[in-house]
């Protein structure tokens, strides 16, 4: 016997709960959550469903019975290249065989755009297959001719129906193959509409099974909608491989491909990519786009070097100490953690008796950059006191370091790469920490090692 029932299930990362509310206690996203009709055992049904499609995938990996890990067999497969080196490092070094990768992004980012260019260039090399389930066959066709891509060999389906593009993909075996979107299929047997949290769950779980059953690899492209509208990427990364997000930068030419998610490399990789007039374009020395090479000094901002994913990035820091307005000065940051800018001025205050106390501060990290790391610590303190004192800092120095509570200045990985990456973009003075300073640094390029936060007071 079916029962029918009501629940509040949120669209972006799927929770679910009794009573409506205005935000997800999962994820945090307001105005998500929407109530849903199910009949009691067709929910479970869908729920066991999405795991035993999961459980046969992993079966159908590993063989029977309990081996020795040593024992395991490992055909090491050559990684297939996309045909853009940028693309390929934030894979972690190209495509896998049987990998599921989800291209996450705003719409109107790229992600079509981007796979277009990748399947064609990969048509000179391997079978590939495009399904697209938002434009028409001529559309795609259209863009293509225009962006003057090889379109001899592309297969190409418009198809909504995950069981049918299974089969359609098993009659063409492809190396890879394109789902564009996830937010467009259904599956059958799923009563719920497109878009829908058990829809994506589903379709996204039909097509890793189909993955790592044939060897195929499949990229799905997931929308991000911020009003809770289709059912967001969030609810599919435990299920992929290989989560990637296309993000548009502040200025708006430039696109990262941001890696979230990744079982076969690092994480926090990034490519970038211009986006023109005839697609898009790789940009090779990011480092180059995200500095200002205004030749005018501002105080409060500052070069700094942090490492994304296996290379260093340039980027620019601003930062703007302003007296408060009201009797809460505000704390804003784009870019990089607000909390642990709470903490940089705790420690500015406690071991340097420097109060921002009575100042509005904000900071942004040009060229929508996020900084994830604690190497932008020492440069933070440098700008805001740069900006607090109206006093620019040298135009050709960078800074990097992490700073501890107790006000010490402490190392970051890769402090050597950084120091030649900054030479390499001709810059010649380096604020580090003490323990990353190199014995010889490279000619022309001065080091400056600090071990606490007092010693940056002393520094312009
Ligand atoms: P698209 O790949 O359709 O985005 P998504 O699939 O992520 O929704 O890209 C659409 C945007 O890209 C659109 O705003 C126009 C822009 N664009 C260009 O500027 N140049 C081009 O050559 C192409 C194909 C798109
Ligand atoms: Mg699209």
Redesign the pocket.
């Known amino acids: 016997m079916s029962r029918e029932r009501t629940v509040f299930v949120c669209a972006s990362c799927g929770a679910k709960y009794a009573r409506w509310q205005g935000q997800c206690r999962e994820c945090g996203e307001w105005n998500t959550i929407s109530e849903q009709r199910v009949f009691e055992e067709s929910a479970n049904n869908a729920g066991s469903r999405a795991a035993q499609r999961a459980l046969a995938g992993f079966a159908g990996q590993t063989g029977s019975g309990v081996v020795n890990l040593a024992q395991v067999n490992i055909t090491a497969k050559a990684r297939l290249s996309s045909g853009y080196a940028e693309f390929d490092r934030v894979l972690g070094g190209g495509i896998v065989a049987g990998s599921v990768v989800l291209i996450g992004g705003n719409p109107g980012a790229g992600?079509?755009t981007l796979l277009l260019q990748t399947v064609c260039r990969l048509s000179e090399r391997v079978k590939v297959l495009y399904v697209t389930g938002?434009?028409s066959l001529e559309q795609v066709a259209l863009r293509a001719r225009r962006l003057g891509l090889p379109t001899e060999r592309v297969r190409i389906a418009s198809e909504t129906s995950i069981d049918k593009i299974c089969a359609l993909a098993s009659g063409e075996q492809p190396a890879v193959l394109v789902v564009?979107?996830i937010q467009v299929m259904h599956v059958q047997g799923v009563e719920s509409a497109p878009g829908s949290v058990s829809q994506v769950r589903e379709g996204a779980a039909a097509l890793t099974q189909f993955a790592k059953r044939t060897g195929i690899a499949v990229f799905m492209?997931g929308h991000v909608t911020k009003d809770g509208t289709l059912a967001g990427p969030k609810i599919l990364e435990h299920c992929v491989d290989c989560s990637v997000l296309l993000e548009a930068a502040s200025d708006l030419r430039f696109r990262t491909l941001r890696c979230q998610k990744n079982r076969f490399g690092a994480v926090n990789e990034i490519g970038v990519f211009a986006m023109t007039d005839l697609g898009l374009r790789e940009v090779k020395n990011p480092s180059a786009i995200f500095l200002n090479r205004q030749e005018e000094v501002a105080p409060g901002s500052l070069a700094m070097v942090v490492w994304e994913g296996t290379r260093p990035l340039l980027v620019e820091l601003q930062v703007l100490v302003d007296v408060a307005q009201g009797s809460n000065p505000r704390r804003l940051t784009l870019g990089t953690d607000p909390n642990r800018l709470s903490m940089l001025l705790s420690v500015l205050h406690r071991h340097a008796s420097f109060s921002l106390g009575d100042q509005d501060v904000f900071v942004n990290v040009v060229g929508g950059v996020k900084v994830l790391e604690t190497a932008s610590d020492v440069p933070l303190c440098l700008a805001l006191i740069s900006s607090f004192r109206s006093q620019a800092l040298d135009r050709r120095t960078i800074a990097f370091g992490e700073i501890g509570l107790t006000g010490e200045i402490r190392p970051v990985p890769s402090g050597q790469e950084r120091i030649a990456e900054a030479h390499k973009q001709g810059f010649t003075r380096a604020i580090v920490p003490y323990d990353n300073a190199p014995r010889t640094p490279p000619s022309g390029m001065q080091i400056i090692p600090v071990r606490r936060v007092p010693e940056l007071f002393k520094l312009s």
Do not use: I, L, P
Request: charged share 55%.
């Open positions: 992600k079509s938002e434009e564009d979107s492209v």
